[in-house]
């Protein structure tokens, strides 16, 4: 049975960092599209990064790069999202995600529960 967990979400101030894992069990991450997904309230849930299984790094938006940096690390089987410089935007629920992949969430793959990040002034 293929199961994605999240962690490392949480309460941060405006300016501070957090780094999310996705642990995965059941699919060799390597082998798959992995991704980071956003659900901020009343918005669209959307794709933030997909690393693609040839290790290609996506973010939805260019301007992501320079704060967050998505990783992977197939001995682990864990996927990563570094974020630093949060902002209050970032706020949502993040996703992660494995398989066939597209920009909104749940169109396709398999996906973990989610974890909470909420940036405050």
């Known amino acids: 049975q293929v199961q994605l967990v999240e962690s490392g979400g949480g309460s941060v101030k405006v300016g501070g960092s957090l780094r999310l894992s996705c642990t995965v069990t059941?699919?060799?991450?390597?082998?798959?599209?992995m991704g980071w997904y956003r659900q901020a309230g009343g918005h669209l849930c959307e794709a933030v990064s997909v690393?693609?299984?040839?290790?290609?790094?996506?973010f939805e938006k260019d301007r992501l790069k320079d704060r967050l940096t998505a990783s992977r690390d197939n001995p682990k089987n864990t996927l990563y999202l570094q974020m630093k410089f949060l902002k209050p935007e970032d706020t949502g629920v993040y996703y992660c995600?494995?398989?066939?992949?597209?920009?909104?969430?749940?169109?396709?793959?398999?996906w973990g529960q989610g974890t909470q990040v909420t940036v405050f002034s």
């Open positions: 995600a494995a398989g066939t992949l597209y920009s909104t969430c749940f169109d396709g793959g398999t």
């Open positions: 059941g699919l060799t991450t390597g082998d798959f599209d």
């Open positions: 690393i693609t299984a040839d290790g290609e790094v996506y």
